[in-house]
């Protein structure tokens, strides 16, 4: 049993020792009955206050009986993002997860050289105001042209537990007539003298999409995709390597007229909580330009 809470700032975890981690020590319970990474027990241990059973202070080697109350006390975050009073779609949110609907153009994260605000600068901004001195941890990535669900983790630990964890599905518009459903399984690796752009080609990381036609006219498609691995533009580059680049991608397309951007969107987004383990589903509806551009194509009774 565990119990997460927020006391003037500072998150608290409460756990009760259950019978089978009996007799075993603080770290083994920690690393082995919870989930939490070698570094975030590094950094209980060393603060000050801690890691304490029924009141008292203890190491992470001390042992633990069952029955006892374990209470882990994390020390604030150093935030290095500064804050930005931006508008902040939150999907969902509790004392662990916040989930945002990101809209495109908007990084995800600041870049060198570019002082444009970003999501972390939105989502650090939204914390404070919260009177929250929290850091920007997400669990997934979106490209700056990309919209839709984002998820990210409120502390170290919660962010171990969900790495990898979040089930997506997402809908683009890709370019010319397509049918039936499919899966790309194809390596994907940094195309040669680039350092941002990705191709398909042998020494490449696995990387595999499953996909799905949803209406066409010919000259565009809507299609759901799921990803079963998490490499850098894989939905981009598979389409492309399928023969059907995204609409508005012209890192791996040509066509800007169909949209101003590369049409890629979150819009669904499933997974377990990692401290109730209820089952959280999230949708984002289409946005608007996307939405035109079907309409445009005369496939709005899709939508």
């Not at 700056?144 to 962010?159: D, E, F, P, W, Y």
């Not at 490499?231 to 890192?251: K, N, S």
């Amino acid at each position: 049993m565990r119990e997460s809470s927020y006391n003037d700032g500072m998150e608290t975890m409460k756990f009760t020792i259950p019978k089978e981690y009996d007799g075993t020590s603080v770290q083994a319970f920690l690393r082995q009955g919870c989930g939490f990474s070698w570094r975030t027990v590094v950094r209980l241990k060393h603060h000050a206050g801690g890691i304490t059973v029924n009141g008292e202070q203890r190491r992470s080697i001390d042992r633990v009986n069952a029955g006892e109350e374990l209470l882990l006390c994390f020390p604030e975050d150093a935030v290095r993002i500064e804050g930005a009073d931006m508008p902040l779609n939150v999907v969902f949110e509790d004392e662990s997860l916040l989930v945002v609907d990101k809209p495109p153009y908007l990084a995800v994260h600041p870049s060198a050289g570019k002082s444009e605000p970003t999501l972390a600068n939105a989502v650090v901004g939204y914390y404070r105001r919260q009177g929250q001195a929290l850091s920007f941890r997400p669990t997934n990535r979106l490209d700056r042209n990309t919209s839709g669900l984002l998820l990210a983790a409120k502390n170290a630990h919660i962010a171990f537990a969900m790495a990898h964890k979040a089930d997506k599905t997402y809908l683009a518009i890709v370019l010319g007539e397509l049918h039936g459903s499919g899966t790309v399984d194809r390596p994907i690796r940094i195309k040669e003298g680039c350092c941002i752009t990705r191709e398909v080609g042998e020494g490449g990381k696995e990387s595999v999409t499953h996909y799905e036609a949803l209406a066409t006219d010919g000259e565009v498609t809507l299609v759901r995709l799921r990803l079963e691995t998490g490499r850098t533009h894989q939905i981009r580059v598979h389409m492309a390597w399928l023969g059907h680049p995204l609409a508005g991608d012209t890192m791996y397309g040509t066509d800007e007229t169909v949209m101003p951007r590369h049409a890629l969107h979150c819009e669904q987004m499933r997974f377990r909580h990692p401290l109730t383990e209820e089952e959280i589903r999230l949708h984002s509806p289409l946005p608007e330009d996307m939405v035109a551009c079907l309409r445009s194509h005369g496939l709005e009774d899709y939508l």
